[in-house]
């Protein structure tokens, strides 16, 4: 065996083309298509603004408990004469929800993709919805919420939300797919309600394969079939409130040996201009095995088995967030060093070396993912949801591989806010308690769930 005492050194860069796109108006609707010559899979995704942001207060999960009933059969077939259809077509269906969207996608061999995209109209714009279903999906959800609840982790980034989001908008304080009482708090009629209020107006059918054998016009006129009402108009970004100082939040959880951490705060929308410099900074921190964050707490430390760090957005808002587990007895060192590490990236900014490592490995990443009509349709609504132009993806390539230093050590002085963040702990109140308030890392308040 050869043991190798260098990392070995990233090679150019591939050329990569992100498919032609090619759009159509129809019957309401828009469709939005990417060219992908000789490809016999097609895939396809309506895409309509009704995301969990439009769920009544103290009914957050209603989105996700429709998204999963919408296999239970239409108004028109029951569940297994539905689910035989799509099995005929050799066709997959997916139904998802995030905070601006509902996504109802399907994948099948090109010649069927028209038919396949009949049945997830038909079971978007019509679903049985019948009583027992949806009360038996419900009932799922709640069980999976409360399994999931009982690990560590979703009662601190609960925490953390609520602390970053609160405001006159306080459906984004909330878990996206809302927690075990409020899921369980959903009624049948709540899902109806949503459906009727959300999913009839046509929306946008993405769509990805080989063009030459599609028929947009034929898919647009299936997917928009039975639509009504206007599209919303596109509320604006939620601006970027960071503290003056810090703040931590303890979440007790009892007999725990290790703490784990969610520490944040607030940042811009996807759409922002900085995007690029700024996903480099963070792939720099904490967004790779080799970042900063993970080389200190990980492999000098040893406080954890892995630590990262990264921006998340969504069309309002974004978030900056560092995650990990540590061992109960280094919660504060471990905090005080992650928070360190983001305040010498903050004003120092990042080296050559490193930015040459996240550059590749963020291009090259863009290029691996997208290498199916899934993932082109995923990328297709990007562009639209964000209202990007068509030739971003190539431009974003373009941007990873030509950012300089200067440009990314701006983004980390203006983008990370190492005296604002949110500190939130979950771990043995009784154990951690009396330390981190001695450590004086930021005003301690106990967690309200």
Known sequence: MTLVANRPEAGPARPYEFPEIRRVSVAGGTVVAAHLPGQLLASSMLMLDAGAAHEADGREGTATVLAKSLEEGTTSRDSAAYALALEGLGAELSASVDWDSFRVGVSAPVPLLLDAVR?????????????????????DEVTALRMDWAQPGPRADAALRADLFAGPEPRYARPLHGDPASVAAVTVDDVHAFHREWLLRPGVLLVAGDLDTLDLTALGEAAFAGAQGEPLPVEGPLGVPVRDHRRTILVDRPGSVQSTLRIGHRAPERATPDYVPMTLAATVLGGAFTSRLNHLIREVKGYTY?????????????????????????????????????????????????????RSWRAGQLSVEMQTPGAIVGALSTLVLHGLPDDYYPSLRRQYLESTVEQVSAAAARYLHPKGLTLV?????????????????????????
């Open 119 to 139: 049945l997830a109209a038909e079971a978007t714009r019509t679903p049985r919805l019948d009583d027992a279903d949806v009360t038996r999906v419900r009932d």
């Open 306 to 358: 892995g630590i990262r760090g990264s921006y998340a957005m969504t069309r309002r808002f974004g978030r900056f967030e560092v995650a990990a587990g540590v061992q109960t007895a280094v919660t504060v060192p471990a905090i005080a060093d992650t928070i360190g590490e983001i305040a010498r990236t903050q004003l120092d900014g990042v080296t050559e070396d490193e930015l040459a490592v996240a």
């Open 425 to 449: 702990v979950e771990g043995d109140a009784a154990a951690i308690r009396d330390e981190l308030t001695a450590a004086e890392i930021g005003e301690l308040v106990d967690a309200e769930l």
